[in-house]
């Protein structure tokens, strides 16, 4: 353990403006929200990462290797062709080792960062973690380095927590009672006057989350890739859950 530091977590969007970030002060008995906001430049984002000990960030730090490959062979005419392009050759192509694990041990479908809209937020952090690795940082994929890849919806699961509907406007309701249900979950985490700013704004709660797991994840109390998987968790990413799920 590590008293006395930061910890870091950012929900990370394409747009800057709905990018939300955290800092946590780990104090021993009690971890404190030092502060929490939506809205985080580039900048901004470099110069709290590597001055945590820990940053949790929600976003896939990586591509399917299947994926990669398919888009070589595509590009220079080599493609084998498949025995069939049905669901299952196309789950393969389209999902990482760690989204496949994540559903399989929590019941929860990571978004298809080959597939769906998750991709601009990843290709932001990719140019972000560029930015970082020329600084010195050490950032991996997997997750080894200042910085991991976290996923707030599995982390709630593992705290028995699922279930609430908290995203957008209409989800204020449902985030003012996870709150609570975290505050009786995390006795140690005291919201230092921040809570209402996690109510107000789903991307602020769940940067506040991202940053406890990254608390965890430098703890020891989070799941890395079992060895079977670390190969494709250092090309393609790996999200880290905390333990219990």
């Not at 021993?28 to 110069?47: C, F, L, P």
């Not at 006795?187 to 704004?201: M, Q, Y």
Request: include cysteine; charged fraction near 25%.
């Amino acid at each position: 353990m590590h008293p006395g530091s930061t910890y870091l977590g950012i929900d990370l969007a394409s747009d800057p403006k709905r990018t939300g970030i955290a800092w946590l002060r780990d104090e021993g008995e009690k971890v404190m929200i030092e502060d929490v906001r939506v809205g985080a430049d580039d900048d901004t984002i470099v110069s709290a990462v590597v001055t945590s000990q820990k940053t949790g960030v929600d976003v896939p730090f990586g591509w399917p290797r299947s994926f990669v490959e398919l888009l070589e062979a595509h590009r220079t005419a080599t493609l084998t062709p498949p025995p069939s392009t049905g669901p299952d050759w196309k789950r393969h192509v389209l999902y990482r080792a760690t989204d496949l694990e994540v559903r399989r041990r929590v019941g929860k479908n990571p978004l298809s960062v080959a597939s769906d809209k998750i991709a601009y937020p990843a290709i932001r952090w990719a140019g972000i973690a560029a930015r970082l690795r020329e600084q010195g940082a050490p950032v991996t994929p997997d997750g080894r380095g200042i910085a991991c890849e976290v996923y707030p919806g599995a982390a709630l699961v593992a705290w028995q927590l699922a279930g609430y509907t908290y995203k957008g406007a209409k989800g204020a309701t449902s985030r003012a009672a996870l709150a609570e249900q975290l505050t009786a979950r995390l006795p140690w985490l005291d919201w230092a006057g921040h809570r209402d700013a996690c109510v107000d704004d789903d991307n602020a709660l769940d940067a506040v989350i991202a940053a406890v797991v990254a608390r965890d994840v430098d703890r020891g109390l989070a799941t890395p890739a079992p060895p079977e998987l670390a190969e494709l968790a250092a090309e393609e990413g790996w999200i880290w859950m905390p333990e219990g799920s």
